[in-house]
C-alpha cells in the first residue's frame, strides 16, 4: 500500500515537468498524459523524415593501418591502429619485433571490430662472442619494419 502512495506521490509531483515540456495547456492529469503521447508521435515522425545515413563499407575502411613509434628511455612504444579487424596481423608484428630482437615489455591488444596495438618494446641485449647484428636500433629503423611486417600481411592476406 505504501508503494502506491509513494507512486501516485511521484507520478504527481512529475505532471507539471510533463506539462511544460510539452507545452500542454491542459489542467487535468490525463489530459496532460494524452498530450504527451502525442508531442511523443510528431517528435518521433519528425525523426523519420531524417535523412538516415548509410553504412561504411568495408571497401570504404582505409585498409592499411596506421603506425607509429616513439623511442623512450626505456625502449620504444609502438602503436598500430586499423579502423578493421586484421586477422593474423598480431603474429607478423610479433615476427617483425623477433627479427628486431625487441622484447616487449608491456602490450595491449584489440581485435574485436578494429585492430589495435600498443606494445613497449625493448632491445634485448645478447652476450654473443661474435655479435652479427651491429644495427643500432632507433624509432626510424622500428618503424620501417614493422611496416614491413604490416605490408607482408597485406600481400599474404590479398591472396585469399
Not at 651491429?134 to 607482408?152: G, H, S
Request: hydrophobic fraction near 40%; proline fraction near 4%.
Amino acid at each position: 500500500m505504501v508503494f502506491r502512495v509513494h507512486k501516485r506521490t511521484l507520478m504527481y509531483r512529475n505532471l507539471p515537468l510533463l506539462r511544460s515540456i510539452t507545452y500542454s495547456r491542459s489542467h487535468r492529469n490525463t489530459s496532460i498524459v494524452l498530450d504527451a503521447t502525442d508531442y511523443i508521435k510528431q517528435k518521433l515522425e519528425e525523426l523519420n523524415k531524417l535523412p538516415i545515413p548509410t553504412p561504411l563499407k568495408i571497401v570504404d575502411y582505409d585498409p592499411m593501418p596506421k603506425l607509429k613509434v616513439v623511442a623512450q628511455e626505456e625502449g620504444f612504444v609502438i602503436k598500430v591502429l586499423s579502423e578493421r579487424s586484421c586477422q593474423g596481423l598480431l603474429v607478423f608484428i610479433l615476427e617483425a619485433f623477433e627479427e628486431l630482437g625487441l622484447e616487449v615489455l608491456q602490450a595491449r591488444v584489440s581485435c574485436v571490430d578494429n585492430f589495435c596495438l600498443e606494445a613497449v618494446g625493448n632491445r634485448v641485449i645478447a652476450n654473443y662472442e661474435n655479435n652479427q647484428d651491429t644495427r643500432k636500433l632507433d624509432a626510424q629503423l622500428v618503424e620501417q619494419v614493422v611496416f614491413q611486417a604490416i605490408q607482408n600481411w597485406r600481400k599474404v592476406t590479398q591472396k585469399y
